[in-house]
């Protein structure tokens, strides 16, 4: 256990964020202050410290970072119309943060940042030798915010998750609804892709954070096996006690079906999951990565099965009415 710990979180109202806030106190930290822009979400019934500030706020960050022994860094922006909105966000932000750190005397800074870096590489699976060609927006931002911190003395280490799902994530929500209506949507000719259950990418941060070995490293933390998109099919249909049928969309369709995504999403104000940036990440970016690594250093490992974590990923949609 470890006792008397005090942590600083950004990004835990979110979804990963708010799982990681969760295993936090299960893991014994006496504090954990967490940045909030507005609404507490989903930690709102949770003993926390509620910090009200932006990573824009120097002074808010003094304050809130004060006798702070880990930082943890999620708040992030995973999709946005414009270069410069992701850039603030990921890189501006980041940089703040590190700011304020410097004066803090922390003992490590966690800071997740995404398989989406790699982008496009000639390798299958990435581990953490695989160069860096980002095909997105996205990716060239967590890559510059990647950059900025390897400059810094700080004690800092990166991670990055593949694809994350679990209980309160919207993104993958899309593919589960799909299948409950009888259709399973995948990309033609695609090797599968990592995934990791949010619950034990949130354990994995920790183990990463408070291992004395980590310091200045990267990491990616995903399952230990790549998953096919029919044992994704198969996993969703027994949760959901529901038969679909796999669709199959042609390469050629997938960057006019994310504008079309995006054009529809224009008229309802939001920026879908799957837009032009999104489409041209499946088409060219590297899905699948190694956490070999992780587990030889610290003792990394994902527990759950695919069938535990979609079963229980579903159960939670059931219940609150997201399914």
Avoid at 181 to 186: D, E, K, L, S, T
Wanted: positive net charge.
């Amino acid at each position: 256990m470890a006792m008397g710990k005090t942590a600083f979180v950004t990004g835990g109202t979110g979804f990963v964020g708010s799982h990681l806030v969760e295993a936090l106190l299960q893991h014994g930290y006496s504090e954990i202050r967490c940045l909030i822009r507005s609404e507490p979400k989903w930690l709102s019934n949770l003993n926390v410290s509620h910090v009200y500030g932006t990573l824009d706020d120097p002074v808010a960050l003094k304050r809130a970072l004060k006798g702070v022994e880990y930082i943890y860094h999620l708040g992030a922006l995973t999709r946005a119309k414009t270069w410069s909105m992701l850039y603030n966000a990921n890189v501006e932000a980041t940089t703040n943060l590190m700011r304020a750190a410097v004066d803090a005397n922390v003992s490590k800074i966690c800071v997740a940042s995404s398989l989406a870096v790699v982008g496009k590489s000639g390798e299958l699976i990435a581990d953490e030798s695989t160069p860096c060609q980002p095909v997105s927006m996205y990716g060239w931002s967590k890559l510059a915010m990647e950059n900025e911190l390897n400059q810094s003395s700080l004690p800092i280490i990166i991670l990055r998750p593949p694809a994350v799902y679990g209980p309160r994530d919207r993104d993958l929500l899309t593919f589960f609804s799909a299948v409950n209506r009888g259709i399973c949507v995948a990309p033609r000719r695609d090797h599968g892709l990592s995934l990791v259950y949010v619950k034990d990418l949130a354990r994995g941060i920790i183990q990463a954070t408070e291992s004395p070995h980590t310091v200045g490293k990267t990491y990616y933390l995903g399952n230990h096996k790549v998953i096919s998109w029919g044992a994704l099919k198969r996993a969703s249909e027994n949760a959901l006690n529901k038969k679909s049928r796999m669709v199959h969309v042609p390469r050629s369709l997938i960057l006019p079906l994310g504008s079309i995504s995006e054009f529809t999403g224009k008229l309802s104000r939001n920026y879908p999951p799957l837009n032009r940036e999104k489409a041209r990440e499946i088409l060219h970016a590297t899905k699948q990565c190694s956490s070999r690594k992780a587990q030889e250093e610290f003792g990394y490992t994902s527990h759950t099965s695919l069938e535990e974590g979609i079963q229980e990923t579903i159960t939670w949609y059931r219940k609150h009415r997201w399914l």
